[in-house]
T-cell receptor, first 111, second 110 residues
Framework: NAGVTQTPKFQVLKTGQSMTLQCAQDMNHEYMSWYRQDPGMGLRLIHYSVGAGITDQGEVPNGYNVSRSTTEDFPLRLLSAAPSQTSVYFC??????????FGDGTRLSIL | LAKTTQPISMDSYEGQEVNITCSHNNIATNDYITWYQQFPSQGPRFIIQGYKTKVTNEVASLFIPADRKSSTLSLPRVSLSDTAVYYCLPYGLNDYKLSFGAGTTVTVRA
């Protein structure tokens, strides 16, 4: 997806390890968010940000931290990974009344 | 956030029209209705958005009755590449917290 870049695309972690999932956008969108998608299910909102310096919790925030120091970047941190956090993680951006743009996801497995 | 109900799956054949109806009985007055499409191993992609009556673009049409308690996404003459999961979401302008359900898995067969 042009404009929203997620890295890495794949990652395997051991229980208890920490990791940061990166999301970068070049569209100058003020809104950014993180979702997780478990097999056969829709996306659930983890955290979101309406601008640099402003973040808030979504539906499933436990176990995740975020920060928004710039408009372009919105990293998602797992401080102590757990098997229940095995999922596909999507970052999305939006501006004004426009629909959200999604990245192609990070596939995370925690052993 | 308005709760939505969609069929879990639908099967079709190439060249047919596919209609997916979504119920959203408690949609807010200011909410739009958006539809997203998701292919395997990709993020959701916006298809179409509307408030009431009918909206059409190069990909699909969206029909919304006057009471706005449901909406129908119409995919004309589907092809194999239309096989995907389709999500219906009420969307408040400048309220970006989307609530995705499980969506409708559309499978198009040759």
């Amino acid at each position: 997806n042009a404009g929203v870049t997620q890295t890495p695309k794949f990652q395997v972690l051991k229980t208890g390890q920490s990791m940061t999932l990166q999301c970068a956008q070049d569209m100058n969108h003020e809104y950014m968010s993180w979702y997780r998608q478990d097999p056969g299910m829709g996306l659930r909102l983890i955290h979101y940000s309406v601008g640099a310096g402003i973040t808030d919790q979504g539906e499933v925030p436990n176990g995740y931290n975020v920060s928004r120091s710039t408009t372009e970047d919105f990293p998602l941190r797992l401080l102590s990974a757990a098997p229940s956090q095995t999922s596909v993680y999507f970052c999305a951006t939006a501006t004004g009344s426009q629909p959200q743009h999604f990245g192609d996801g990070t596939r995370l497995s925690i052993l | 956030l308005a709760k939505t109900t969609q069929p879990i799956s639908m099967d079709s054949y190439e060249g047919q029209e596919v209609n997916i109806t979504c119920s959203h009985n408690n949609i807010a007055t200011n909410d739009y209705i958006t539809w997203y499409q998701q292919f395997p191993s990709q993020g959701p992609r916006f298809i179409i958005q509307g408030y009431k009556t009918k909206v059409t673009n190069e990909v699909a049409s969206l029909f919304i009755p006057a009471d706005r308690k449901s909406s129908t996404l119409s995919l004309p003459r589907v092809s194999l590449s239309d096989t995907a999961v389709y999500y219906c979401l009420p969307y408040g302008l400048n309220d970006y917290k989307l609530s995705f359900g499980a969506g409708t898995t559309v499978t198009v067969r040759a």
